[in-house]
C-alpha cells in the first residue's frame, strides 16, 4: 500500500511541476482552441498589415501650366496683364504596389501618363523618386523602378481561382488622405466596362475612391489578387462598385515591359462586332454564336488569310470566341510572325483558315 501511495505521490509531483513549467513558458498552449470571434478576426488584420507595408503612395508633377482664367484675351480687362511665368503647376496622386526586390512597381498608367517627376512614399515613409520602365495603355497598367534597400514586396496571390463571395481587401491612398484599407468581397468576375481595350474586371464592394488607383486587392491571406484601378460612380465617391485589374493580367504586362520595355500583343487587322439579330440580318449570317467581321482592313493578316467582312470567328487556335472581348484577348495572346488557325463560318460553311498575326500598333495618345 505505501508503495502505491509513493508512486501516485511522485507521479502527481511530477505532473503539477511540467503543468507550471508549461504555464510559464508556454501559456499559449493551455489556451483553449475553438473558432472564436479572436481567431476569426486576427489573420484579416495580420494579412492587411503584411500587405500594406507594400503598398505605396505616388504623387506625380506635370509641369506648369497656363492658368484657365487667363487664356482668354478678353480676361485681360477682369485680371490684368497676364505674367508670363504666372503658370501653375499640375498633380496628381495614386497608388502603387512593390512586387520585386528589384523595386518594380506595379501601378495604373493614367496615374502616371503625362507625369514629369513621380515621388513614390513608402508605408515607413521612405521617399524616392521612380522611373517608369513602360506603360501599358492598352491594360491601364505601367511598371516604375525605385532604388531602395529592404523592400517589402507583396506575395502574387492567384486571380484565375478567385470566386465570387470570396473575402477581399482593398489598399491604396484615396484622395490624398493616407495609406487606407478597407474590406469587401468579390461582387463579380469578367467584368467589361469599354474603360480599356483588354478587360476582365474583378469586380469588388470594398471601399475605392480617388486615389486608390493603382493600390492592391489582396486576398484574405494578403496575396496580391488585382490593380485597383476604376470606380462606377455618379458622385465621385464610392457607390460600392470598384474594379480591379486580375493579377493574371498585370504580371504578363509586368514581364513584357521589364523583358522588353513594352508590350508586345497579336494583331490580325479587323473590326469585330457582336453577334446580334441586326447584324445578322444585314449580313445574312445564319451562325448562332461567335464574332461578326464587319471591316477588314486591306493588306492586314486577316486580309491575307482570306477573312473577308461578314465572316463569324468562331475560334482563333484553341480558343473559342463569342464576343468581342474574347477574340481582342485570344488576337493579343498569338505570338507575332507565328502562324495560327482560325475556324470561320461563312454562311453555312465552316472555314479553317491560317493567318499569320502582326504586331498590334500602340494606341495614339487621346485627344483632350
Avoid: C
Wanted: neutral net charge.
Amino acid at each position: 500500500m505505501k508503495r502505491l501511495w509513493l508512486l501516485f505521490s511522485q507521479t502527481t509531483t511530477v505532473v503539477l511541476a511540467a503543468y507550471f513549467v508549461v504555464l510559464t513558458l508556454k501559456p499559449a498552449w493551455l489556451a483553449p482552441r475553438g473558432n472564436g470571434p479572436v481567431a476569426l478576426l486576427q489573420a484579416p488584420a495580420t494579412a492587411a498589415h503584411a500587405a500594406a507595408q507594400s503598398v505605396v503612395s505616388i504623387n506625380t508633377s506635370q509641369g506648369r501650366r497656363r492658368a484657365p482664367e487667363l487664356a482668354a484675351p478678353w480676361n485681360r480687362f477682369f485680371h490684368g496683364t497676364p505674367d508670363p511665368d504666372g503658370e501653375e503647376p499640375s498633380s496628381g496622386i495614386g497608388s502603387g504596389v512593390i512586387v520585386s526586390n528589384s523595386g518594380y512597381i506595379l501601378t495604373n498608367n493614367h496615374v502616371v501618363e503625362g507625369a514629369e517627376q513621380i515621388e513614390v512614399i513608402l508605408s515607413d515613409q521612405r521617399r524616392a523618386r521612380a522611373k517608369i520602365i513602360g506603360t501599358d495603355p492598352d491594360s491601364d497598367l505601367a511598371v516604375l523602378k525605385i532604388t531602395l534597400d529592404k523592400l517589402p514586396v507583396m506575395v502574387l496571390g492567384d486571380s484565375d481561382k478567385a470566386q465570387v463571395g470570396d473575402q477581399v481587401l482593398a489598399i491604396g491612398n484615396p484622395f490624398g488622405v493616407g495609406q487606407t484599407v478597407t474590406s469587401g468581397i468579390v461582387s463579380a468576375l469578367g467584368r467589361n466596362q469599354r474603360i480599356n481595350t483588354f478587360e476582365n474586371f474583378i469586380q469588388t464592394d470594398a471601399a475605392i475612391n480617388p486615389g486608390n488607383s493603382g493600390g492592391a486587392l489582396v486576398d484574405s491571406q494578403g496575396h496580391l489578387l488585382g490593380i485597383n484601378t476604376a470606380i462606377y460612380s455618379r458622385s465621385g465617391g464610392n457607390l460600392g462598385i470598384g474594379f480591379a485589374i486580375p493579377i493574371s493580367t498585370a504580371k504578363q504586362v509586368l514581364e513584357s515591359i521589364v523583358r522588353d520595355g513594352q508590350v508586345t500583343r497579336g494583331w490580325i487587322g479587323v473590326e469585330p462586332n457582336d453577334l446580334s439579330p441586326e447584324i445578322a440580318e444585314a449580313f445574312g449570317i445564319v451562325a448562332d454564336h461567335g464574332v461578326v467581321i464587319s471591316g477588314v482592313m486591306q493588306g492586314g493578316p486577316a486580309a491575307q488569310a482570306g477573312i473577308v467582312p461578314g465572316d463569324v470567328v468562331l475560334s482563333i487556335g484553341d480558343t473559342a470566341v463569342n464576343d468581342v472581348a474574347h477574340l481582342l484577348s485570344a488576337v493579343a495572346a498569338l505570338k507575332p510572325g507565328t502562324s495560327a488557325k482560325v475556324s470561320v463560318q461563312r454562311k453555312k460553311t465552316v472555314l479553317q483558315l491560317t493567318l499569320t498575326p502582326g504586331v498590334r500598333p500602340r494606341p495614339g495618345k487621346p485627344s483632350r
